[in-house]
């Protein structure tokens, strides 16, 4: 039969269909089945999730590009509009020119004879001029006469010169009665006045005779004048025992004068006052007399502030007060809450922003040096600031300037940030300070050494409320009382408020000082170069190559009772300590934080190791000032600084709030510049000076970083 089936020719067996294969069917259980379905599922989830990521992803990147075009455009139209208004503004000043030179050409108009204007104002001015105006026609039509000078005969001249014997009856000497003593003769007094002389009729002498009369009235009213001292006396003592009680057992209304000083010298309290500044504010005892509303007083004890620091007691009625200030204090006293709680008091005063007053910038400006004090400011005014409905905003760098460019744009009443990034805003028109009349710079000598010298003085001259000197005879006092009592402009201040708190008082920060800020009170809190009395701090002469086995010593010995801070100067060193440390067996763990970090990676570090995630932070100087860490026991100063006002501010991190803290220095030949300085302030926060260092030949004269012993 297979003959006369057709037979395929020419076909290559390599090719043949799939179909001429035997068909095999394979089994797969009833478990194998719903696994491939259930998993079947879980790509086609898979892929749909992955849809609508990237849809929404898509939609918010439209929604971005959208808002940034609309800024863009927004700021054309700004643009054209500020065009618009120079224009008209030469315009007008054109005009104004050619109407002035048109009136000077005018003989009339130099005669002031055309009054045309029918309103009171004009009317009066006329009647002010016309003497004026009379004078000048009668002038310019009748000519002026000149008074000439007559001459004078001899004659006459002789008469003027005529010498008048003129004498006043006191100068008379002829007389004897001129001398009081021939005035008043002394008449003998015989017998203390009961005796008489003889050859002159008795009864005359005891008519004159009054003197033992007058002695006995003398002595009575001697006694009288005794026993009212006395009474006075025992009066001022039952005064006294009522008032020998402490300033904190007494009601403010019975604080005198001497507890106010007695006060200030236990919370070390200085002010400086000037003949513009002469009521200078008492400070509070407790939060209870803090002229602040009620809101921001029930935040303050949610906060668990218990009792004000010396520097809040003393600047924040100041700040309430609305007068520009200078507050000298060491780091750890709380000077952040001392000028954020009068700066909300200040917005509080105020309307919110709308969509309208929103384009006019924020009311309140604070400058900070570092993009981590700008971000602990900002998180602690939104604390105090929860209860209210104000807003705030940060602006630091290593964030998208857009999207805080769109949180300017609907409003904030409080900003706050660093001088690099205020300034690329101002002059890309992201924000402007149209209605700011209340400015803090914190850290003044820090930005000083930083550069931002020059960037901060632009910026404030970017403000537009002057701060014109007081006028001849005018007083601070007054002009702060005006604007209490509402006779300065409504809402806004006539003068602009500005605070500037700094840890050291440098030329630089004067030079500042004196250019923008009003009379300033001066306020320092104890004695800033001094050290803190809080701080044991301990001097240690560590070679180089020993540091490391030193640091490891201090950090096992002392226990996990805190965190640390180990403070170096190069990112070398910070990397190389990290990477050491971590190899270490022990109850803690380190981070390191340095310039080369970003700035997300930077504040996870530094948010972890507060929350107690990490209890060792090895940083540089990025951290050496400004940025408050509860609990901070030990500071290390691995590498010495370059400068001792930078040694003062890195253990300020610890003894903070009146806590107790240490701080441990590891110093070399190469640190010789800082001995002087060193000692100097070991002796006078009373710690102990080591055996070598008060030895030192550099220890004799302040010498400058690099110069050598003997030059």
Not at 21 to 28: E, L, N, S
Not at 42 to 55: H, I, N, V, Y
Not at 542 to 555: M, S
Request: contains cysteine; glycine residues 6%; positive net charge.
């Amino acid at each position: 039969m297979d003959r006369f089936l057709p037979q395929k020719r020419n076909v290559d067996p390599s090719t043949k269909a799939a179909s001429d294969a035997p068909f095999r069917v394979a089994f797969k259980t009833k478990q194998q089945r719903d696994e491939m379905r259930q998993k079947q599922k879980e790509e086609q989830a898979l892929g749909d999730k992955t849809k609508r990521e990237s849809a929404e992803k898509a939609r918010m990147d439209f929604v971005a590009q959208k808002e940034v075009r609309k800024e863009k455009e927004r700021l054309i139209r700004v643009e054209a509009t500020e065009q618009e208004r120079i224009q008209r503004e030469k315009k007008r000043t054109r005009r104004e020119g050619e109407m002035e030179r048109q009136k000077g050409n005018s003989a009339l108009a130099s005669l002031r004879l055309l009054k045309l204007s029918p309103t009171d104002h004009c009317r009066h001015e006329q009647s002010l001029h016309a003497p004026q105006e009379r004078t000048q026609i009668r002038s310019h039509y009748l000519g002026t006469t000149e008074k000439k000078q007559k001459a004078v005969k001899s004659s006459q001249k002789s008469k003027k010169r005529v010498f008048k014997f003129d004498w006043d009856a006191s100068e008379d000497t002829a007389l004897g009665d001129a001398n009081p003593l021939y005035k008043k003769r002394v008449e003998p007094q015989l017998l203390f006045g009961r005796g008489f002389q003889g050859g002159i009729d008795s009864r005359m002498q005891r008519k004159q005779n009054n003197f033992y009369d007058t002695l006995v009235k003398r002595r009575m009213q001697m006694e009288g004048d005794t026993e009212m001292p006395e009474r006075q006396h025992g009066k001022d003592r039952g005064r006294d025992a009522d008032s020998c009680a402490h300033w904190s057992e007494k009601p403010l209304a019975e604080m005198t004068e001497r507890d106010w000083k007695i006060f200030r010298e236990d919370f070390r309290i200085h002010i400086k006052k000037t003949p513009s500044n002469s009521e200078v504010p008492l400070p509070i005892r407790t939060w209870r007399e803090a002229p602040l509303n009620a809101q921001l007083l029930r935040a303050v004890e949610e906060q668990g502030y218990k009792s004000p620091t010396p520097v809040q007691m003393q600047a924040i009625p100041i700040g309430c007060q609305r007068r520009d200030m200078i507050g000298i204090a060491e780091t750890g006293l709380g000077k952040t809450v001392a000028f954020v709680l009068p700066m909300l008091q200040y917005v509080m005063t105020l309307p919110l922003l709308n969509d309208q007053t929103a384009s006019d910038g924020p009311y309140c400006f604070v400058l900070a040096p570092t993009r981590e004090l700008a971000v602990q400011i900002d998180e602690e005014t939104r604390k105090f600031a929860d209860r209210t409905k104000i807003r705030t905003a940060c602006v630091i760098g290593g964030v998208n300037p857009e999207v805080q460019g769109i949180t300017l744009r609907q409003g904030v009443e409080v900003l706050v940030g660093t001088p690099g990034r205020i300034k690329d805003f101002i002059e890309r028109s992201y924000i402007v300070f149209n209605q700011c009349n209340y400015v803090v710079i914190d850290e003044a000598d820090r930005m000083i050494e930083e550069g931002f010298e020059e960037v901060v003085s632009w910026i404030l001259h970017q403000l537009p409320v002057s701060t014109t000197t007081l006028m001849k005879g005018e007083k601070e006092d007054e002009r702060l009382r005006e604007e209490l009592e509402g006779k300065a402009t409504k809402h806004r201040l006539r003068h602009r408020v500005t605070s500037m708190f700094s840890a050291t008082m440098t030329p630089a920060v004067e030079k500042i000082a004196r250019s923008f800020l009003r009379n300033p009170v001066y306020m320092s809190i104890g004695d800033p170069g001094e050290g803190k009395k809080e701080i044991e701090q301990r001097i240690e002469f560590v070679p180089q190559a020993r540091k490391e086995a030193r640091l490891r010593e201090l950090l096992n010995g002392r226990g996990v009772d805190g965190p640390s801070i180990v403070f170096v100067n190069q990112i070398v060193v910070a990397k190389q300590l990290e990477r050491s440390l971590d190899r270490m067996m022990g109850s803690y763990s380190c981070i390191a934080i340095h310039g080369e970090k970003n700035q997300d990676e930077r504040s996870r570090a530094l948010e972890g190791f507060k929350e107690g995630e990490y209890t060792t932070l090895i940083a540089t100087d990025v951290v050496g000032r400004g940025i408050h860490v509860p609990g901070v026991r030990l500071v290390v100063n691995f590498d010495m600084p370059s400068h001792i006002e930078q040694y003062t501010h890195r253990i300020g991190r610890t003894g903070r709030a009146g806590e107790k803290g240490t701080a441990v220095s590891f110093v070399t030949e190469d640190d010789h510049h800082l001995f002087y300085d060193l000692k100097q302030r070991l002796l006078e926060s009373k710690n102990f000076v080591p055996h070598e260092l008060s030895i030192h030949p550099a220890t004799q004269q302040r010498l400058k970083h690099g110069q050598k012993i003997g030059m």
